[in-house]
């Protein structure tokens, strides 16, 4: 399809792994992001990739790249309730910028 | 606090009128990027302003224009306003951008702009 897509919402409780997963567009896309949004606030970068790495790994997130699936996940690891927030994975594509419809995390106590 | 700072926070308006939202980047970078985020269309990214110079064109409307001034702050001018332009604009910097869109980008807490 032409849309970054995402499922739009994942609920887990506090301590657990949560795994937010992401279909772009184009396997020529050079760099793959995941941002993240909490309420009435603008978006806040948490980690990139480039499209020549399989994996990432930042404290307590990790991405993973599969170019031939054209995927992308993120991982939260012992995830906190302050992890709670909406987050966009997007790709940039011949100088365009294309973003999913975001992730509802909701992390329960 | 990402340090991009954007007026003003809310904006209502009419249809028909024009508005003009306003952003200052962080102290050092060049680039300037807009992106409007409505239900509707999700988050899409505008354009974007290096130095003064247009770099990167995206979904924006011809309704729409944008311009970087020398002390590199942008403005975004939305003229003949309809009821779907109503959306959260956000404003992003980034120290690169001259040859691409930069991964980096700094966004801005947002205008929320309603078209009634």
């Known amino acids: 399809g032409e849309d970054v897509e995402q499922s739009l919402f994942l609920s887990v409780r506090e301590g657990d792994s949560s795994v937010i997963n992401c279909t772009y567009t184009?396997?020529?896309?050079?760099?793959l992001y995941w941002y993240k949004q909490e309420p009435g606030a603008g978006l806040q970068l948490l980690t990139y990739?480039?499209?020549?790495?399989d994996m990432k790994q930042d404290q307590r997130l990790t991405v993973l790249l599969n170019k031939k699936d054209k995927h992308l996940s993120l991982r939260i690891a012992d995830t906190q309730t302050g992890d709670s927030a909406i987050y966009f994975c997007a790709e940039i594509n011949n100088n365009d910028m294309r973003f999913g419809a975001g992730t509802r995390l909701t992390v329960k106590p | 606090d990402s340090g991009v700072t954007q007026t003003p926070k809310h904006l209502i308006t009419a249809t028909g009128q024009r508005v003009t939202l306003r952003c200052s980047p962080r102290?050092?970078?060049?680039?300037v990027y807009w992106y409007q985020q409505s239900l509707d269309q999700g988050l899409q990214f505008l354009i974007q302003y290096y130095n003064g110079e247009e770099r990167a064109k995206g979904n924006i409307l011809e309704r729409f224009s944008a311009q970087q001034f020398p002390d590199l702050h942008s403005e975004l001018n939305l003229s003949s306003l309809e009821l779907g332009d109503s959306a959260l604009y956000f404003c992003?910097?980034?120290?690169?951008?001259?040859?691409?869109?930069?991964?980096?980008?700094?966004f801005g807490p947002g205008t929320r702009l309603t078209v009634t």
């Open positions: 990739i480039f499209s020549n790495m």
């Open positions: 102290s050092g970078d060049l680039s």
């Open positions: 992003a910097s980034s120290v690169g951008g001259g040859g691409a869109v930069s991964y980096e980008q700094y």
């Open positions: 184009d396997s020529s896309s050079t760099y």
